[in-house]
Structure formats: C-alpha cells, structure tokens
T-cell receptor
Framework: SQTIHQWPATLVQPVGSPLSLECTVE??????LYWYRQAAGRGLQLLFY??????ISSEVPQNLSASRPQDRQFILSSKKLLLSDSGFYLC?????????????FGNGTRLTVT | AQSVTQLDSQVPVFEEAPVELRCNYS??????LFWYVQYPNQGLQLLLK??????LVKGINGFEAEFNKSQTSFHLRKPSVHISDTAEYFC??????????FGKGTLLTVNP
C-alpha cells in the first residue's frame, strides 16, 4: 500500500533562517505531488505541484520554492524565512492523469517562524 | 477556474443528533467533488468522493453526501454524530486540471 511521509512534524525557526521540509511517497510510481499551506481560518492554499521529476508549477508568488529531485521526493525550501511563512504545511500525492483521483495527505509540518 | 464555499465556519451539535455541513461550488466545467476530514494537528483524510453516477455518495464513518448539479451543492450529512466526529471538514472540487480547490473548512464540534 502507498504511504506518505513528511518531516519534521514541528519546526520553530527564526526569521531569516533557511527552511527545508521533505516529503516522500512509497508504494507508487510517478505520483503527482503537491505542497499546501494551511493558515488559521483560511483553508488550504496550493503552493506548488509537480507532475514529474524536475517539473514544478508554482501557484502563488512567495518566499518559498519547491524541488523534486527524485520521483517520489518533494522538497519545500526557503532561503530566508518571513514571519508570514508560519503555518501548517501539507504534502499530498495523487496518481494517474485523470482528474478524478483524490489527493492523499501526509500528517503535516507545523512551522512557527519567530 | 473553480471555487468552493462552505457556508458555515462552525457547527456545534449534540451527540446523536443529525448534522449537515453545507458546500457549494462553482465551475465552468464538469467537476469531481470530495470531502475531507482533519483531526487536530493531522493531515487530511478522504471521507468520500463524487466522480459520476449516483448522486448520493456514501463514505467512511457513516457520512454521506449528495451531489446536486442544479444547485451546485455537495452537502455532507450524518444521521447521528459521535463525540469522535469532532474535527474540521473540508469540501474540495477538481475541474479540468490537477489542482484541488478547497473550501475554508467547517469546524464540527460534537457536545455530550
């Protein structure tokens, strides 16, 4: 069966420090991968999605970037964190080219920028 | 582009009472609809999905939802809730691309 791993679970970082959040998927090949951010009272905002190695689509201009160095690995990064980057970050995957495939989420990373 | 509106940000109910969480969507193309549940400090778990066929969809934990194309709605229902159903519920829509658009969520609180 497929599983998705996200780490770390929680992270406290000072403003201006770098960030690297990692997400890996097991048990499937060539998944579509996603990074979402969840802020209190604002639902989920899609940040990036990827349909293949090295293919990244950005949804919103921001202080973050994403990379997909391997088929089942998706990394969210920042060179210098801002206070506004605080939030709950969720990685997700789906399979297939059809739009009817649901997303499956990891357990998230709670990021607090101080 | 598609959008999702969850009409209630919070819904308090008593245990064993029925509940309906409302969701309306807008899209210029055919859509696929989903409900997810999120327990505190966890990721989202798929409750149910509407892809095609019967408009009444049954999911896990006794939840069901009905797709109404004319009213562009996909309301979530449960006839009798438990304390353990306390969580945040998200409606989501997917149109002609890879993106899943979420509503802002409804916090369901089940009181004893």
């Amino acid at each position: 069966s497929q599983t998705i791993h996200q780490w770390p679970a929680t992270l406290v970082q000072p403003v201006g420090s770098p960030l690297s959040l990692e997400c890996t998927v097991e048990g499937t090949s060539n998944p579509n991968l996603y990074w979402y951010r969840q802020a209190a009272g604002r639902g989920l905002q899609l940040l990036f999605y990827s349909v293949g190695i090295g293919q990244i689509s950005s949804e919103v201009p921001q202080n973050l970037s994403a990379s997909r160095p391997q088929d089942r690995q998706f990394i969210l990064s920042s060179k210098k964190l801002l206070l506004s980057d605080s939030g709950f970050y969720l990685c997700a995957w789906s399979v297939g080219w059809g739009n009817n495939s649901p997303l499956h989420f990891g357990n998230g990373t709670r990021l607090t920028v101080t | 582009a598609q959008s999702v509106t969850q009409l209630d940000s919070q819904v308090p109910v008593f245990e064993e009472a029925p509940v309906e969480l409302r969701c309306n969507y807008s899209s210029s193309v055919s859509v696929y609809l989903f409900w997810y549940v999120q327990y505190p400090n966890q990721g989202l778990q798929l409750l149910l999905k509407y892809l095609s066929g019967s408009t009444l969809v049954k999911g896990i934990n006794g939840f069901e939802a009905e797709f109404n194309k004319s009213q562009t709605s996909f309301h979530l229902r449960k006839p009798s809730v438990h304390i353990s159903d306390t969580a945040e519920y998200f409606c989501a829509v997917r149109g002609s691309n890879y993106k899943l658009t979420f509503g802002k969520g409804t916090l369901l609180t089940v009181n004893p």
